[in-house]
């Protein structure tokens, strides 16, 4: 054992208890009941019908449900503000697998992340949207594009706003770059969290209006 064990052991952060020789990032107990949605094997899941509500989707997952409830929430607040981009990768990387698994989005041609405003990202430091888009795509063996999709509008966080004030939040908020040669191609859109569907929603219409795209969507997790 390394001082850095001794000082900064390694802690599941869904239990909390101290990680044993073997386990990586979440204890093997915590990974034995991870709240799957398995939407990656089923068309018409309630994802994919949140979203088809205002805009065509071909395919939606997400690797687990979130309930506020649940300590599963820990590792997206880990992630997404505390800066653990590593536990973002593990699971962005089991949701890859799945994905892949599958079969629903074999035909992918393109992820796109969904982007943050550039000062969220200086304040953050990193986009969460883009390390799961990297990992999805090592796995999936399809190339990112981050500067495609734009955010122009800054806005606060949209984590205690209903539905509709979401939509109004994002309303206008992003522009996509012209010229770029991707008309008709399957793009895989991807986020941390799956709420209301605003951002999604918003982004997605975007990219099809500027180039018809077959659009899809993943996140880590679907909110219930």
């Known amino acids: 054992m390394g001082l850095k064990d001794l000082f900064f052991p390694d802690i599941c ?3 909390e208890r101290l990680l044993v020789r ?10 034995s009941d991870l709240p799957y949605s398995y939407f990656w094997n089923c068309a018409g899941n309630p994802a994919h ?3 088809s509500e205002n805009i065509l989707v071909e395919s939606v997952a997400t690797l687990m449900i979130y309930r506020k ?8 607040y880990d992630f997404k503000y505390s ?10 990387g089991i949701l890859g697998k799945k994905m892949v698994q599958g079969g629903l989005f074999n035909d992918v041609e393109l992820i796109i992340p969904v982007p943050l405003h550039p000062l969220k990202k200086w304040m953050r430091g990193f986009n969460q949207a883009s390390v799961i888009a990297c990992e999805l795509s090592a796995i999936m063996d399809v190339p990112v ?3 495609i999709l734009k955010r122009g509008k800054y806005s606060i966080s949209q984590t205690l706003k209903d539905r509709s004030e979401r939509s109004k939040g994002v309303s206008g908020a992003f522009y996509v770059k012209p010229g770029e040669k991707i ?9 941390d969290v799956l709420t209301t569907g605003a951002t999604a929603k ?23």
Request: aromatic share 8%.
């Open 13 to 15: 952060p869904v239990c």
């Open 22 to 31: 073997g386990e990586k990032h979440i204890c093997t107990e915590c990974l």
């Open 49 to 51: 019908s949140l979203l």
């Open 69 to 76: 409830e649940s300590n599963w929430k820990n590792i997206l």
């Open 83 to 92: 800066g653990d981009k590593s536990i973002g990768r593990y699971t962005s």
């Open 145 to 147: 594009a981050e500067n």
């Open 183 to 191: 008309d008709g191609k399957h793009v895989l859109l991807v986020d």
């Open 202 to 224: 918003e982004c997605g219409m975007r990219l099809v209006e500027a180039y018809g795209v077959k659009l899809s969507f993943a996140a880590l997790a679907f909110v219930e």
